[in-house]
């Protein structure tokens, strides 16, 4: 029972600690980039780069999409490389054990607790368009909200990785296992240019051809929703990955660089700092056909960087403390409009002279808050089914190796 409690506060030696801090970082990007977004009328005369700062904020995903690729396609290509094949099932088991409970639970508590408690406290003209979009929860259900609206705001980004994780074990068994070997990482290089060069011919031949809202919704429904619009994101962490697994000396050199690494991990953060700050997301432009690869090439950066362990930032990163709120991460992420909204709205309705520069400050309370209750919500929905997840690796463990070892009695026999 204690562990049932307090594993979530423990650490995993199979973590990469650093990433851990990544995470968190990128979880509270997140609560500053749409906080503001469902906050702005309190700031009219918000101070552009500010701005700019708070709508990036949505960088975040470019850190959490390429660490999803990594995380995913390392062991398959490790097992893919021992094995000449994947077991799929097995694979497709581990991540509906590990993703449905906490979204699909969500779900149906939106559908009857969230939704009919809004309708209670909006107009009439407003109940009606809510009604309407009720309807389109399937589009939740069926992972199709990147294409699709559906009843959850952010729900596109979950329906997008789903897809990644349905079609790359595919892609694994019926394409690439029969790319030779010396052309895979060409291969895997020439998939990734292919978002970039749709974004590139849909930007110069529809969307500039536009102006103001019509502009960003063409850019949210045909680049940063869809999966073949945001795919690369994705793409880029399994690059990393194929190399991490298969080009180690590549790794292993910036593992072993000297101090003047430290300065280029500065230099990084440094970059997407100036960038966020001086970038409008919306702002229709060459910029947006290269947002998405120049996001995730310096969180990969970054990834590879803070694994040095003589690195000032990596240390910080790998701090304990980081290892529940990544462990979390999931389920917070799935409820934290629900929390993040009404919190971060009478924080902001208490606070009567509002500075620029306090909005910030508010992102830490309203995260904390998420992640409390994404703790309980972690113990309801997700806990139970990591312990059977967990059972069942470990009884597969059991069987491979008695399988091997009756082969190898064979042999011998």
């Not at 199979?14 to 609560?31: D, K, Q, S, V, Y």
């Not at 120049?294 to 403390?321: N, Q, T, V, Y």
Request: hydrophobic letters at 50%; glycine letters at 6%.
């Amino acid at each position: 029972m204690k562990e049932y409690f307090l594993g979530i506060f423990r650490s995993d030696e199979r973590e990469i600690a650093p990433f851990n801090g990544l995470r968190t970082l990128g979880f509270f990007m997140l609560i500053y980039g749409h906080m503001y977004r469902t906050v702005y009328t309190f700031i009219p005369d918000i101070d552009p780069n500010l701005r700019n700062f708070l709508n990036n904020g949505s960088a975040c995903l470019d850190l959490f999409f390429p660490l999803s690729g990594f995380l995913i396609a390392s062991p398959l290509f490790a097992e893919l490389e021992s094995k000449g094949t994947i077991n799929w099932k097995f694979f497709y088991l581990k991540r509906s054990l590990r993703i449905f409970p906490p979204f699909y639970v969500f779900l149906i508590l939106q559908y009857f607790i969230f939704i009919p408690i809004i309708l209670k406290s909006v107009p009439a003209e407003l109940a009606a368009q809510i009604e309407v979009a009720k309807t389109k929860i399937w589009f939740d259900f069926l992972y199709l909200s990147d294409y699709y609206k559906g009843t959850m705001f952010h729900g596109w980004s979950l329906s997008l990785e789903e897809q990644f994780y349905i079609l790359f074990p595919i892609f694994l068994l019926i394409i690439f296992r029969y790319v030779p070997k010396h052309l895979r990482l060409g291969f895997l290089i020439f998939i990734t240019l292919l978002p970039l060069i749709y974004r590139a011919i849909f930007m110069y031949t529809v969307i500039l051809k536009t102006s103001g809202s019509e502009s960003v919704d063409l850019y949210n429904a045909n680049f940063y929703y869809p999966f073949h619009g945001h795919i690369d994101s994705i793409l880029y962490g399994i690059i990393f990955a194929y190399i991490f697994n298969f080009h180690k000396g590549w790794i292993e050199k910036a593992l072993q660089s000297g101090p003047w690494a430290n300065y280029l991990h500065a230099g990084l953060w440094l970059v997407i700092l100036i960038y966020s700050a001086l970038v409008n997301e919306f702002e229709m432009g060459f910029h947006q056909i290269i947002r998405f690869p120049s996001f995730a090439l310096l969180w990969i950066g970054i990834l590879i960087l803070c694994m040095r362990k003589e690195d000032p930032i990596g240390k910080f990163l790998s701090w304990k403390g980081f290892s529940p709120f990544a462990k979390l991460s999931y389920c917070a992420y799935i409820i934290h409009i629900v929390v993040m909204t009404p919190i971060s709205r009478r924080l902001l309705f208490a606070d009567r002279k509002l500075e620029q520069h306090e909005f910030l400050l508010y992102t830490i309370p309203v995260g904390l808050s998420v992640f409390f209750f994404a703790y309980f919500y972690h113990l309801i929905t997700e806990k139970p089914f990591a312990i059977l997840k967990d059972k069942l690796i470990a009884r597969y463990k059991v069987k491979m190796t008695s399988e091997v070892f009756r082969e190898q009695m064979q042999k011998v026999s």
